[in-house]
């Protein structure tokens, strides 16, 4: 079993950066696919950004590619985004996803452990 708990979410003005932590327990981290997944008020569940289990390979939604990046510290049992350039329309709950496909996934229904998520809130 894993437990994610995200952090670093808040309130940023349009063009600003935050970054985004997910903090894993149990010793299998790094042979999981880490995800980043959003989802707005009224809207489904939309993938952000994923990265395999060593960090070689990264997939993001088109809409974030070149603003926001996904990292991870498999020392530290820790998932990041990087989230830079941001516009209203990023505004979300950002949640924080494990799965068992070591490669990573962009479907939320291949990932099967989630943190609480943590809210994003951008200004115009």
């Known amino acids: 079993q894993v437990q994610l708990v995200e952090s670093g979410g808040g309130l940023v003005q349009a063009g600003g950066s935050l970054r985004l932590s997910c903090a894993a327990s149990?010793?299998?981290?790094?042979?999981?696919?880490m995800g980043w997944f959003r989802q707005a008020p009224g809207k489904d569940r939309e993938f952000v950004a994923a990265i395999n289990w060593n960090g070689d390979s990264t997939y993001y939604l088109d809409s974030v590619n070149g603003r926001f990046t996904i990292s991870r510290d498999n020392a530290k049992n820790t998932v990041y985004l990087q989230m830079n350039s941001l516009k209203p329309e990023d505004t979300a709950v950002y949640y924080c996803?494990?799965?068992?496909?070591?490669?990573?996934?962009?479907?939320?229904?291949?990932?099967?452990?989630w943190g609480q998520g943590t809210q994003v809130t951008v200004s115009s």
């Open positions: 996803a494990g799965t068992h496909q070591r490669g990573g996934a962009t479907w939320y229904s291949r990932y099967n452990y």
């Open positions: 149990g010793r299998t981290f790094s042979s999981y696919g």
